[in-house]
Structures are given as structure tokens and as C-alpha cells.
């Protein structure tokens, strides 16, 4: 494991974490233990469209919670929905606020939770620490093992005028209960599980070499790499398979406290480039980035990506740190392949764009362990995007 020294670190997780298979049918009985009677409860419209969240409902009002219910959100959350679903809670005040569904959901219960309590409009709070009160209180399911959203302080909320990805981090956005139930990622499509699993494979990554690491983050990151290397294959072609399933939606739960703690890297700015512009999914976005960006940086943290290779199975403890930060590195794209995902993805990125889209993803490298020039960035995308 990690030879970082435990130094001076800051580690909050105020969010209860409640694991097991079947567990989503008790939301009832763990929302009127903690006093709550009534909810209001955002869902995935996807997700109830297709029955997935019907226990979850049925144990809510069977434990006499009274429920109103809101599914207007998209896949990338923005600040009209959002603050569309506040104004209707203002009008309806309910005990709970309920998320349940993948990202998007989870984030836009977050971002209703935090603006029952802060009155303003969502971008009032973007940025880190700006969020003045801590959020409604917010039980949040998640139907994807991904995000990890459920356990971060991040919210991401599309401003839908200026098409801006507004980030709000702070710790006032926890949870405070998270219902991990790998029987909610039976319905779960295929590329939905693959784009999902590499989205929290890319967490897990950008966590252990991130600049902002602890002893404590890593050994979140390094168990998560471990467990998703293992299972992800697995579960992408069969989400039923519990074990599976179950080892998936704890990883990424792990890999989303981590990132909460340390930010993510290039392969994160990469995607965030490419998804406000072109509609690349993140998860999508992330899972291809992640092997070239994972190239860029091999120089500044090859020991690092040496332990991963540790992680990911494929260490040779004969060969030395470069030997073994090549096998992780073909490693991630040998996942990345058998989960369905390309090499380069179908967008169509003109040669002209490529400058500012390097500019953006440069903007948003955060703790990436290599500092990235806008011209770096540039040719990741471009290596991305075949542009
Ligand atoms: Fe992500």
C-alpha cells in the first residue's frame, strides 16, 4: 500500500451509511425511526418509469409518510429544475427531502436540500464554501454504483443560460443517511453499468494520486480500485449478480468519500470539456480519458500508479515501478474495452475548438498530480476525440 507518510489530515463524513441487499424496501421504517412523517421525493423519472423505486415508495407510505413526488430533472441536473423543485417544496414543506436514482437525482435533491435552507438561486452558491446553512435534511438511494454522490459535499448543476457546470462544495451539502441496495442495480442497462463502474474506477485513480491524497484517502482509493477491478467485468454483463453488485456499490460509495476529500484529476477536466459542449455522458467521457491521462501523468507519480497495479491485480514484484505503471495503465484500458467502452470516442471536435477546450480542461485540472498547460490539455482531448 502507500508509503505516504500520516500527516497533518482533515477527514469529515457526517452521512450514516446503511448497506444491504433488500434495504431499499425499509426506507419506510428507517425514515419514521428517525422521525420524519412526511418526504419529498425526488426520482429519477427513468427509474420510476421502469418500477425500480415502487419498494422504496410502497415502504415509505406503508410506514405513514405522507409523499409528494418529483421526477423533473434531466441527466445533467440544471439550476431551473432545481430551483423549480425548491420553489415547490417552499410552497409544500415535508420533513425529508428523498433522493433516489443516479447522479442526477441524487444531485438534485442535494441541490433543492440546499436551497430549502439558503434562499437564492442555485450559482449564489457555486464554488467551495459558499453554502452559508446546513442543507434540509436529505436521505439520498442510489440506483447506480458510480457517483458515489450519495456520500460527497459536491453538487454538480448545469447553469442552463451560460451552460456552465457550476460545482457547489461544502460541507453543509452531506446526506444525512445513504441506503446502499445493490437489489436496485438489477434494472440497470448495460452501458449504464459500464459508464457508471468507469466513472467510479476514474475516482478511485484520480483519488490515490491526487495532490490533496491523505493516508486516510488512500487507503479509500486503493480498496476501491481493488474491488472494481475485480467486479466491474463481472457486474456490466450481469447487474443482477449480487455479489458483484454489492462489491460495485460499496467501491464506489468508497472512491465518492474519497474524491470528496481530494478532487479529482484530468480525466474529470477532460470530461467536464467535453460533456457541457457535446453531450459526452461522464461517465463515458471519464472511462475513456482516464487511460491516456493516466499516460500524461505516469511521470510524476509512477510509484503510485506502481501500488495500483498491486491493486489491480496485474503487478509483476520482479519488474520495477515503470514496468508496473505500464501494466496498470493497460490494465484500465483493458477494462475499459471489455466493458463496451472505445478507445476514442464518435464526437465530432473541430481541429479550431481544440484550443479552448484545452483551455477549459487545463482550468479545471484541480489536484492532478502533473500540472497540465492548456496545450496539454488540448492533446488529451484530442486523444480523446480522434478530432
Ligand atoms: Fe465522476
Known amino acids: 500500500m502507500s508509503e505516504l507518510p500520516v500527516g497533518p489530515l482533515s477527514f469529515l463524513l457526517p452521512t450514516r451509511i446503511e448497506l444491504g441487499v433488500g434495504l431499499a424496501e425499509r426506507l419506510g421504517k428507517l425514515s419514521a425511526e428517525a422521525g420524519y412523517r412526511s418526504a419529498f421525493v425526488v426520482v429519477d423519472p427513468g427509474v420510476h418509469a421502469a418500477g425500480a423505486a415502487d419498494g422504496a415508495l410502497r415502504s415509505l407510505e406503508a410506514a405513514g409518510l405522507t409523499l409528494t413526488l418529483w421526477t423533473r430533472l434531466q441527466p445533467n441536473p440544471t439550476d431551473v429544475d432545481v ?88 460541507p453543509n451539502n452531506y446526506a444525512k443517511l445513504a441506503i446502499l441496495d445493490p437489489a436496485l442495480l438489477r434494472g440497470l442497462p448495460a452501458p449504464a453499468a459500464a459508464a457508471a463502474g468507469m466513472d467510479a474506477l476514474t475516482h478511485a485513480v484520480e483519488s490515490y494520486v491526487s495532490v490533496r491524497a491523505t493516508a486516510l484517502t488512500k487507503l479509500l482509493a486503493y480498496d476501491a480500485t481493488r474491488r472494481i477491478g475485480a467486479s466491474i467485468e463481472a457486474f456490466v454483463a450481469d447487474r443482477g449478480d449480487e455479489r458483484h453488485a454489492t462489491e460495485m456499490l460499496y467501491a464506489s460509495c468508497l472512491a465518492g468519500i474519497a474524491i470528496s476529500h481530494t478532487g479529482t484529476g484530468n ?103 502533473r500540472p497540465t498547460s492548456p496545450d496539454e490539455a488540448a492533446e488529451l482531448v484530442r486523444a480523446v476525440v480522434r478530432a
Not at 112 to 119: H, M
Not at 290 to 312: C, G, K, T, W
Not at 360 to 368: I, L, R, T, V
Request: proline residues 5%; hydrophobic residues 45%; glycine residues 12%.
Open 83 to 170: 430551483e423549480a423543485g425548491a420553489a415547490a417544496l417552499a410552497e409544500d414543506r415535508k420533513d425529508v427531502i428523498i433522493g433516489i436514482g443516479g447522479g442526477s437525482a441524487l444531485d438534485t435533491a442535494k441541490g433543492i436540500a440546499v436551497l430549502a435552507t439558503n434562499p437564492g438561486r442555485v450559482r449564489d452558491f457555486a464554488g467551495n464554501g459558499n453554502v452559508p446553512n446546513r442543507a434540509w435534511p436529505l436521505v439520498l438511494v442510489p440506483t447506480t454504483a458510480g457517483t458515489g454522490s450519495e456520500v460527497t459535499a459536491n453538487i454538480s448543476i448545469t447553469d442552463v443560460r451560460t451552460h456552465d457546470k457550476l460545482a457547489l462544495r461544502d
Open 267 to 369: 480525466a474529470h477536466a477532460v470530461a467536464r470539456a467535453l460533456g457541457g459542449r457535446y453531450g459526452v455522458a461522464h461517465g463515458v467521457g471519464c472511462g475513456v480519458a482516464l487511460e491516456p491521462v493516466m499516460r500524461f501523468n505516469s511521470e510524476a507519480v509512477r510509484d503510485d500508479y506502481a501500488i495500483l497495479a498491486q491493486a489491480l491485480g496485474v503487478a509483476d514484484p520482479s519488474a520495477g515501478s515503470d514496468t508496473n505503471a505500464e501494466r496498470a495503465i493497460r490494465r484500465v484500458g483493458q477494462i475499459r474495452a471489455a466493458v463496451g467502452l472505445p478507445e476514442q470516442l464518435d464526437v465530432d471536435v473541430a481541429a479550431e475548438a481544440l484550443p479552448e477546450l484545452g483551455r477549459w480542461a487545463a482550468d479545471s485540472s484541480g489536484p492532478n498530480p
